[in-house]
C-alpha cells in the first residue's frame, strides 16, 4: 500500500524561529494535505495542494506540491507558543480506495520561549 | 452545531464493559471514518463507511463493532476491552463523491481500559 514518510518525527524550536517539514511517498498523489492537532484534540485542516507545482499559503503557512507529485512541504516562519502540536501530512489517490488519505505519521513541534 | 461532534469526550471503562462511542456529523458529508490514535503511533485507520455501507475494516479485532444507522451518525461500540486498547479514538467524515476533498476530524473521545 501506500506509504508516507514524515520528517522530522520531532523538532525543537526558538520561538520565532522559520520550521520545515516534509513528506515523501513512494506513490503519486493527486492532493496534499497538512493538518494540525492540538494536544487532545482531532487534527484540523491547515492547507490543501491540488496540483503539482502549487504554492499556497495560510497565514505564515507555506506549503508546497512537489512538481513529481510524491512530496510536499510545509514551512512555518516566525514561530509562536500557539505553533505546538503534532503536524500530519496526507496525500490522496486517485480512485477507488486510493482516494481514501495517506497520513504521514507526524512531526511534533515544541516551540521554547 | 456545526463540524464533527464526538461523545463523550472521555472514557474509562473496565475490561468487562459494553460501551459505544458516538460520533455526528453535521457537514453532509457522505463518508465517516473511525482511526485510533496512540501514544507516539501514526493514525490507524478502523473502519471507514461510504454511503452507509462498510467498504473497509482494517483487520480490527472483533471487540470493536461499528454501526452506521445513517449519513450523519457513527457508532464504534465496545466490548471486553484490553488494557492495549487505550488510546484517542477519532471521527472523520468526507464528502468522497467530490474530486477534491479532506477529512474533517471530531476532537475524538480519549478511552481508557482499566
Known amino acids: 500500500g501506500q506509504q508516507l514518510n514524515q520528517s522530522p518525527q520531532s523538532m525543537f524550536i526558538q520561538e520565532g524561529e522559520d520550521v520545515s517539514m516534509n513528506c515523501t511517498s513512494s506513490s503519486i498523489f493527486n492532493t496534499w494535505l497538512w493538518y494540525k492537532q492540538d494536544p487532545g484534540e482531532g487534527p484540523v485542516l491547515l492547507i490543501a495542494?491540488?496540483?503539482?507545482?502549487e504554492l499556497t499559503s495560510n497565514g505564515r503557512l507555506t506549503a508546497q506540491f512537489g512538481i513529481t507529485r510524491k512530496d510536499s512541504f510545509l514551512n512555518i516562519s516566525a514561530s509562536i507558543p500557539s505553533d505546538v502540536g503534532i503536524y500530519f501530512c496526507?496525500?490522496?489517490?486517485?480512485?477507488?480506495?486510493?482516494?481514501?488519505?495517506?497520513f504521514g505519521s507526524g512531526t511534533q513541534l515544541t516551540v521554547l520561549p | 452545531e456545526t463540524g464533527v461532534t464526538q461523545t463523550p469526550r472521555h472514557l474509562v471503562m473496565g475490561m468487562t464493559n459494553k460501551k459505544s462511542l458516538k460520533c455526528e456529523q453535521h457537514l453532509g458529508h457522505n463518508a465517516m471514518y473511525w482511526y485510533k490514535q496512540s501514544a507516539k503511533k501514526p493514525l490507524e485507520l478502523m473502519f471507514v463507511y461510504s454511503l452507509e455501507e462498510r467498504v473497509e475494516n482494517n483487520s480490527v479485532p472483533s471487540r470493536f463493532s461499528p454501526e452506521c444507522p445513517n449519513s450523519s451518525h457513527l457508532f464504534l461500540h465496545l466490548h471486553t476491552l484490553q488494557p492495549e486498547d487505550s488510546a484517542l479514538y477519532l471521527c472523520a467524515s468526507s464528502q468522497a463523491s467530490t474530486s477534491h476533498y479532506g477529512y474533517t476530524f471530531g476532537s475524538g473521545t480519549r478511552l481508557t481500559v482499566v
Open positions: 495542494l491540488y496540483k503539482a507545482g
Open positions: 496526507a496525500g490522496q489517490g486517485g480512485v477507488g480506495s486510493a482516494r481514501q488519505l495517506t
